[in-house]
């Protein structure tokens, strides 16, 4: 969906503008000033204590999870629907993925999260999916129990509360995406969430290899150590505060239309996907009882199979269920400390789910009125008898690339 023009505009043109006007785009000069703002303004709103902008979400979470030092020997749980960056940020430390299901909300499953806890599982990665929170009371419940950290992917929903929290501030940290698809977009950006001062002290050290050449102040972190360099600029700084004044809207508009559309497909009697807080809905899913319900369902404008979207699925996540590094030595897996098996059918709830199961779009590009008229067509709930198998002979080609022989 190309809504960029919708998305990125004047106001965008204008920030950029008076950042080139500076002359200089770096944000650690001391006289940056749009990332800090940025920083400082997110962080009132959503209530984390600390804001860093970084290049990427993939970034942010391999970065928070430096930052709490997870590494090699840790058991990271992520859920088996999700994009592959959420699995790859502990690899990328070091630790190695565990999947978990997820449940009929879409989001990590807590009675298997319990089910795969390990003496290793140092941390927990739950994914906000579509907009969707995760049940986050139950996983801090978990969490606090097993002494384990809790780094929130909230890459797709930024913005998206959960009772009266903002996805990505509840846990230990939390990482949100600016990449083109996401709610606040600036085509590639991210930022990490903490709500601690000695780790976003090592948050800052691991994106900034330069740290101990800045005229700055962090807390003590035991000594500088080895970083990246993942930072933001200026220039990024300064899209980020003039799409930060378009989230309240944008999450407004979508809250609108959620209610439009949960309701017509109420009174089409369809099943709605469970939602961890409907106070705060703003995506919506349908979960059928059977598969040929929702390829039937999918063919609507406004549907999308989830187990269509290959790419959030992780049986199509080659590399890592074959345990590919660019190093053979540079293996987390081999520093794991027992076997760590992958296979196509380790998460058959999961598939389940998404093969049942369709996300409704919003339509935020258009104006109420409209959406309404797209919902009413789901007015007209075909009873079960009537789907057959055929359906099901012909599946929706994935979008996954074929592979070579
Ligand atoms: C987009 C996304 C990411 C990664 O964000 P990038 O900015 O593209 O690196 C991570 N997790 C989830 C769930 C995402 O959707």
């Not at 705060?280 to 979960?287: C, E, K, M, R, S």
């Not at 890592?320 to 296979?343: D, G, Q, V």
């Amino acid at each position: 969906m190309d809504d960029a023009m919708q998305r990125l505009g004047v106001r965008e043109w204008l920030a950029a503008g008076h950042a080139i006007a500076r002359h200089d785009l770096r944000r650690n000069t001391g006289r940056g000033q749009f990332c800090a703002r940025f920083e400082k303004r997110l962080a009132q709103m959503t209530g984390a204590r600390r804001v860093l902008t970084i290049n990427s979400g993939t970034s942010a979470l391999t970065c928070a999870l430096a930052a709490l030092g997870v590494g090699p020997g840790d058991e990271v749980l992520v859920p088996a629907y999700t994009w592959m960056s959420s699995a790859a940020a502990p690899l990328h430390v070091g630790a190695v993925p565990v999947f978990v299901d997820i449940d009929e909300t879409l989001t990590m499953d807590p009675n298997d999260i319990e089910r795969k806890i390990t003496p290793h599982t140092r941390a927990i990665l739950p994914v906000h999916m579509i907009n969707r929170p995760c049940d986050m009371d139950r996983i801090l419940g978990i969490a606090r129990r097993h002494k384990l950290f809790v780094v929130e992917d909230a890459c797709q929903a930024v913005g998206v509360r959960y009772h009266d929290k903002y996805c990505g501030a509840i846990g230990d940290a939390g990482a949100f995406s600016f990449n083109q698809q996401k709610n606040m977009t600036i085509g590639e950006g991210g930022a990490v969430l903490l709500n601690d001062e000695k780790a976003y002290a090592r948050a800052y050290n691991y994106h900034d290899i330069g740290v101990a050449f800045r005229n700055m102040s962090l807390p003590d972190t035991g000594g500088v150590f080895v970083g990246m360099n993942l930072r933001s600029n200026e220039l990024q700084g300064a899209m980020l505060n003039a799409q930060l004044n378009r989230l309240p809207g944008r999450i407004e508009k979508m809250r609108r239309r959620y209610e439009v559309v949960r309701e017509a497909l109420e009174k089409g009697g369809y099943p709605i996907a469970p939602h961890n807080d409907p106070s705060n809905g703003v995506a919506l899913a349908v979960t059928f009882e059977t598969e040929v319900e929702a390829v039937e369902f999918s063919k609507h404008k406004l549907a999308l199979r989830l187990y269509d979207d290959s790419k959030h699925v992780y049986t199509n996540w080659d590399a890592i269920l074959e345990k590919r590094t660019f190093h053979p030595k540079m293996n987390p897996w081999a520093w794991a400390k027992r076997e760590i098996e992958y296979s196509a059918d380790m998460c058959e709830k999961t598939l389940d789910i998404l093969k049942r199961s369709c996300r409704v779009a919003l339509g935020e590009r258009y104006p109420v009125p409209v959406v309404k008229y797209f919902a009413q067509k789901f007015r007209t709930r075909k009873p079960r008898e009537e789907y057959v198998e055929p359906v099901l002979a012909s599946p929706r080609p994935t979008n996954k690339p074929a592979r070579a022989a």
